[in-house]
T-cell receptor, first 115, second 114 residues
Framework: GAVVSQHPSWVICKSGTSVKIECRSLDFQATTMFWYRQFPKQSLMLMATSNEGSKATYEQGVEKDKFLINHASLTLSTLTVTSAHPEDSSFYIC???????????FGPGTRLLVL | AQKVTQAQTEISVVEKEDVTLDCVYETRDTTYYLFWYKQPPSGELVFLIRRNSFDEQNEISGRYSWNFQKSTSSFNFTITASQVVDSAVYFCAFRTPNDYKLSFGAGTTVTVRA
């Protein structure tokens, strides 16, 4: 149980394009989903928290107009990197929990490379 | 503010050796939760364990064991008889009931050589 998927697993795009990453909880309803960013050999950095049906809460320093998050259903959250630039290249990983205080289960991550 | 310290950046062992990963946390809260996650080269974080602050019992799951000591604010993780498949980055994490955000340690890279 508690399986989280992400799509795509890899994406390469040109600078200036937008990229959408999906995060799905496959066998449970996730009231809360989290989006993280991880640079090579570093720990995870929380970008934002999304609750189903409401606006995402962004961490300090994360541009909400740059990283659009939508949590439209209890099993799906999307992260859109708008007008991507090479500095946005990173490993993006989502997690989901039954509710805010519960254990977070992580997806397999999405590697984004912006050329 | 909470803080999680994993002092060991990298550990390299030969297969079948035991390896212990240290995790020390700082908090003023009396109720909190501790976690260990494994991140293999594929990138996915795999949940290993969650421990509540009021439960100091040590836990064993197969070759994995955890030693929680409130007196020293430590939550150490031991892999017994390590295998090559144990090679991964291991993260210790902390959370309080009032804050859903996980505070992660820097991670410890474990390399198990055949």
């Amino acid at each position: 149980g508690a399986v989280v998927s992400q799509h795509p697993s890899w994406v390469i795009c040109k600078s200036g394009t937008s990229v959408k990453i999906e995060c799905r909880s496959l066998d449970f309803q996730a009231t809360t989903m989290f989006w993280y960013r991880q640079f090579p050999k570093q720990s995870l950095m929380l970008m934002a928290t999304s609750n189903e049906g409401s606006k995402a809460t962004y961490e300090q320093g994360v541009e909400k107009d740059k990283f659009l998050i939508n949590h439209a259903s209890l099993t799906l959250s999307t992260l859109t990197v708008t007008s991507a630039h090479p500095e946005d290249s990173s490993f993006y990983i989502c997690s989901a929990s039954y509710w805010e205080g519960e254990t977070q289960y992580f997806g397999p991550g999405t590697r984004l490379l912006v050329l | 503010a909470q803080k999680v310290t994993q002092a060991q950046t990298e550990i390299s062992v030969v297969e079948k050796e035991d390896v212990t990963l240290d995790c020390v946390y700082e908090t003023r809260d009396t109720t909190y939760y501790l976690f260990w996650y494994k991140q293999p080269p594929s990138g996915e974080l795999v949940f290993l364990i969650r421990r509540n602050s009021f439960d100091e019992q040590n836990e064993i799951s197969g070759r994995y064991s955890w030693n929680f000591q409130k007196s020293t604010s430590s939550f150490n993780f031991t892999i017994t008889a390590s295998q090559v498949v144990d090679s991964a980055v291991y993260f210790c994490a902390f959370r309080t009931p009032n804050d859903y955000k996980l505070s992660f340690g820097a991670g410890t890279t474990v390399t198990v050589r055949a």
